[in-house]
């Protein structure tokens, strides 16, 4: 095993040096090449930098320069930060803030965004590196650098917002890269002739494992363009053109071809492992593509930021009904799930509960905010005989008879109406198990004191309403129903709740 993701990398490119790693639909990049370009932009970052282990912000597009960006990075003994590039400028100033960060990676195109934004650090533009030499002492240096990188060391910092809309900096460690990713080789035995097809931006954290299979295996990493996206059809053509066979996706893209009905059209002629995560996954919409795409393997992959990606997983191994809450599974390897109630005891079997979070894969916690980090990731309520750090996630669960976690709903979307305390995430269920409805979002009201349900169907609230009550108890019936066309999605391909909510 390897101590640093540089290690992993020099043996893929030892393996593959010919071999296409990444196509961003503009041009393609070699092991060879990307490793190149890497090591140009590491010994920059180290010709201009006194200090190890600093993050290191990434300004850029989505492309095939991001990508080397993050590795140069890590090569060079710091961390990367990927930032949205269409991102409100308040934003991207009070990331750059919290970092306290003196350097940033961008292009000449979008270097004048950062300066007419105020920020006043350092900049190095892809541009003006690549054509730097690179020499045998060069070279040298790298190597020391990469013997000093230990897996306990930062690897990158991805930015969540929380309640308050402030981005808190989520900080993983080589370990947890290393972890995970030999986790899901093992799991989905991925090898090299895995061609990847990413969805998510590169500053989700879903992205993390569609970058590193690459890097690990010698896999082709081929980045859709989003706008690709909106037209199902298109979509698919696209994969079948490039001869993707591995996704990870947000369930939005993948419901987005069951209500269009895509297969009616085009079906995918080479993917074999369709795995999807970052919000639930209906089983109406996912019986859609197991009925008619019934030979590929189908996994929902659950976790949040703080546990670099993935936490639990469910390879779909049985029939569900379209009402039904498809599991999130077991823990990944290393990785244990703790079950507890409002007091802080344990929940039996079949109750439900907070989800906790404690292994390898475990973030350090929120980079320099140590007042969020201690809220969110406390002392093992087990014991106190030694620090034992699990990270509470905030999302209700329980465990079914097959020892299966079933996700509920979020701990703040929990409600209390009339009385009772509900999770709108079973009514969101329940709505999407009716015929005909393509999409469904639960708010709650709080001025007005009412459920309120937006949903994508031929039928009207009235019609959805009636079948609901034969599914729910009157008293989780939404009272205001909002039939939207398109769901506002956000940059992940997530449903955009702050904006439906905007709308009540």
Same mark, same amino acid.
């Given at each position: ?34 490793? !190149? ?65 003196? /350097? ?144 990870? /996706? ?31 996954? @209906? ?10 795409? @019934? ?53 039996? !079997? ?115 309403? !009636? ?10 019936? @939404?009272?205001? /129903? ?23």
């Amino acid at each position: 095993m390897n101590n640093n993701l540089t290690e992993y990398f020099k043996n893929t490119v030892s393996g593959f040096p010919n071999k296409v790693a990444i196509d961003d639909n503009q041009a393609t990049m070699s092991f060879s090449e990307l490793n !190149k370009i890497s090591d140009q932009i590491a010994l920059e970052i180290v010709s201009k930098t006194k200090d190890s282990r600093q993050p290191i912000a990434v300004y850029l597009p989505k492309n095939r320069w991001s990508v080397a960006s993050f590795i140069g990075i890590f090569k060079s003994g710091n961390f990367y930060i990927p930032l949205d590039i269409k991102s409100p400028g308040e934003r991207i100033l009070k990331i750059i803030e919290t970092l306290n960060s003196s /350097w940033i990676i961008t292009n000449y195109e979008h270097k004048e965004n950062l300066i007419n934004l105020g920020y006043q650090g350092n900049i190095i533009c892809i541009e003006d590196v690549v054509s730097n030499p690179i020499s045998e002492d060069a070279i040298t240096k790298l190597e020391q650098i990469s013997n000093s990188i230990i897996d306990l060391d930062p690897i990158y910092s991805i930015f969540t917002s929380g309640s308050t809309g402030d981005p808190k900096g989520v900080l993983i460690s080589h370990r947890g890269v290393i972890d995970f990713i030999e986790w899901g080789i093992s799991t989905y035995d991925i090898t090299d002739k895995a061609i990847i097809g990413n969805q998510v931006p590169l500053y989700f954290d879903m992205s993390v494992l569609d970058i590193y299979l690459m890097v690990f295996t010698g896999a082709t990493l081929h980045i859709i363009p989003e706008e690709h996206f909106a037209f199902p059809i298109k979509l698919i053509e696209y994969v079948n053109e490039k001869n993707i066979n591995l996704i990870f /996706w947000v369930p939005s893209v993948l419901n987005n071809v069951s209500n269009f009905d895509a297969f009616s059209v085009i079906k995918p002629t080479s993917l074999t492992k369709i795995l999807f995560g970052g919000e639930a996954m @209906p089983n109406k919409h996912l019986n859609y593509w197991r009925n008619n795409y @019934p030979n590929a393997l189908y996994s929902n992959l659950y976790g949040p930021t703080e546990i670099t990606v993935i936490a639990t997983y469910y390879i779909v191994n049985r029939t569900f009904k379209d009402d039904e809450s498809l599991p999130i599974g077991k823990a990944c390897k290393n990785t244990q799930t703790l079950i507890f109630a409002e007091d802080g005891k344990p929940v039996k !079997k079949g109750e439900m509960g907070e989800l906790h979070v404690r292994g390898s894969l475990l973030a350090y916690g929120y980079y320099n905010n140590s007042e969020k980090t201690k809220e969110a990731f406390v002392q093992n309520p087990l014991h106190n005989l030694y620090p034992d750090i699990v990270y509470k996630t905030g999302d209700l669960v329980y465990e079914n008879d097959l020892n299966e976690i079933i996700f509920v709903g979020r701990k703040d979307s929990q409600i209390k109406h009339m009385g009772y305390r509900i999770e709108l995430g079973e009514i969101e269920t329940a709505i999407l198990g009716i015929e005909e409805v393509g999409n469904s979002c639960v708010l709650y009201d709080d001025n007005q004191k009412r459920i309120v349900a937006f949903f994508k169907s031929k039928k009207t609230g009235v019609e959805i309403k !009636k079948e609901l009550m034969l599914a729910l108890p009157k008293y989780m019936i @939404p009272t205001k /129903w909002i039939n939207i066309e398109q769901f506002p999605l956000n940059a992940n391909g997530k449903i955009n709740r702050l904006e439906l909510k905007n709308m009540l």
